[in-house]
T-cell receptor, first 114, second 110 residues
Framework: ETGVTQTPRHLVMGMTNKKSLKCEQH?????MYWYKQSAKKPLELMFV???????ENNSVPSRFSPECPNSSHLFLHLHTLQPEDSALYLC?????????????FGNGTRLTVT | RKEVEQDPGPFNVPEGATVAFNCTYS??????FFWYRQDCRKEPKLLMS???SGNEDGRFTAQLNRASQYISLLIRDSKLSDSATYLC???????????FGGGTRLMVKP
């Protein structure tokens, strides 16, 4: 099994839809992350979970709602998105101390909001 | 000023060339530094951590200059497979918040 798996790989949704992105890690890590990568912009950290508890919310609009039911699974619930939210959404995991454990990224979900 | 700044490139070099990238960071309290590599339409992957004394991994050498707040990556004897975007990454506090630079694109030509 690959380390970090994200589904779906591609998603097209209208502004009134509700959808969810899923991430699963098989590495035994205890920290999980959502990042957003837009064209010509650096990766932006959205949320950090440590041992299932949200430890960072990087001023993300409420139309993005994360959920971490356990250390291996992470969801990003989406509702009433805007076209500018179209981007690649990357999930990552690591051990709890980022200084000694690299981020392992999933393949990402490419989201298009129409 | 951006927290982590990189020249976006692209750097076009022939095979076998030596190429260097620089990265500057704005927060003097930053503690940990990394270089990640991202291939086209793929996820980023850790290339190497950057230590205060400088460190080398094969053809790759990373340096940190805390006084000037910059990090460098040197690639010797470039290979075609080195073509990618190189991301400078900084951990600015004791938590798990990594800040990514915009990346420097390298294209190695035959």
């Amino acid at each position: 099994e690959t380390g970090v798996t994200q589904t779906p790989r591609h998603l097209v949704m209208g502004m009134t839809n509700k959808k969810s992105l899923k991430c699963e890690q098989h590495l035994g890590h205890n920290a999980m992350y959502w990042y957003k990568q837009s064209a010509k912009k650096p990766l932006e950290l959205m949320f950090v979970y440590n041992f299932k508890e949200q430890t960072e919310n990087n001023s993300v609009p409420s139309r993005f709602s994360p959920e971490c039911p356990n250390s291996s699974h992470l969801f990003l619930h989406l509702h009433t998105l805007q076209p500018e939210d179209s981007a690649l959404y990357l999930c990552a995991s690591s051990q709890d101390d980022i200084r000694h454990s690299p981020l392992h990224f999933g393949n990402g979900t490419r989201l298009t909001v129409t | 000023r951006k927290e982590v700044e990189q020249d976006p490139g692209p750097f076009n070099v022939p095979e076998g060339a030596t190429v260097a990238f620089n990265c500057t960071y704005s927060n003097s309290a930053s503690q940990s530094f990394f270089w990640y590599r991202q291939d086209c339409r793929k996820e980023p992957k850790l290339l190497m951590s950057v230590y205060s004394s400088g460190n080398e991994d094969g053809r790759f050498t990373a340096q940190l200059n805390r006084a000037s707040q910059y990090i460098s990556l040197l690639i010797r004897d470039s290979k075609l497979s080195d073509s990618a975007t190189y991301l400078c990454v900084v951990n600015r506090n004791a938590g798990n918040m990594l800040t990514f630079g915009g990346g420097t694109r390298l294209m190695v030509k035959p």
